[in-house]
């Protein structure tokens, strides 16, 4: 029995939600959303609750309870997306890194011999506070994430010095280094 999937995803003032066949729909202040839900599982509107309501019998009833948690907490995120949005905070260690805005791309000097320069995706926006602060954010959790975690894999942190970029308040185990 799933836990989460039982629980409702209370529907905010100014959020609407349309179900069309398969899809669902999120309409909300900052945009809209949209996604595909599985077979396994049907959407139930009332009083400004959706439940996501599993199948009972066919071959998708043992996978159903793993779609309906699945698909409650995307719904869930579509919801929080669509009213306040979602953000990742990145930060840039190393003499001489650092980061510029440049109209839609991300350019990053990260100590190679050339500029790494990525074209953000549509529905990104990115801030940068200092040279070595980048702030990813966007209404989609889960293309905000993506997106920090490629700029991230440009220059993941090592661990001898610590250098590269690394999530805000991360951890990164620092080795020892060679000795005679």
Same mark, same amino acid.
């Given at each position: 029995?799933?836990? &989460?999937?039982?629980?409702?995803? !209370?529907? $905010?003032?100014?959020?609407?939600? /349309? ?17 595909? &839900?599985? %077979?396994?599982?049907?959407?139930? &509107? ?10 009972? $019998? ?11 948690? =699945?698909?409650?907490? =995307? ?12 953000? @990742? ?18 350019? =990053? ?18 801030? !940068? %506070?200092?040279?070595?602060? &980048? /702030? ?14 490629? !700029? ?12 590269? !970029?690394?999530? $805000?308040? %991360? ?6 280094? @060679?000795?005679?």
């Amino acid at each position: 029995m799933s836990r &989460i999937g039982k629980k409702p995803v !209370i529907i $905010e003032k100014g959020v609407q939600i /349309t179900v069309d066949g398969r899809t669902v729909k999120v309409k909300g202040p900052k945009g809209e959303l949209s996604q595909v &839900i599985p %077979e396994a599982v049907s959407i139930d &509107i009332k009083d400004n609750e959706l439940y996501v309501v599993k199948a009972q $019998e066919g071959k998708l009833a043992k996978k159903a309870d793993a779609f309906q948690a =699945l698909t409650r907490s =995307l719904i869930q995120n579509m919801v929080d997306g669509v009213t306040k949005g979602f953000e @990742k905070k990145l930060e840039i260690i190393g003499v001489g890194y650092r980061s510029a805005l440049e109209g839609r791309n991300l350019n =990053l000097s990260l100590g190679y011999s050339h500029p790494v320069i990525y074209p953000l995706p549509e529905g990104i926006d990115v801030a !940068i %506070e200092k040279q070595t602060l &980048i /702030t990813v954010k966007g209404i989609d959790k889960q293309l905000v994430g993506s997106t920090a975690a490629k !700029i991230r894999s440009f220059r993941p942190p090592e661990p001898y010095k610590g250098k590269g !970029i690394r999530y $805000e308040g %991360e951890y990164v185990r620092r080795k020892v280094g @060679k000795t005679k």
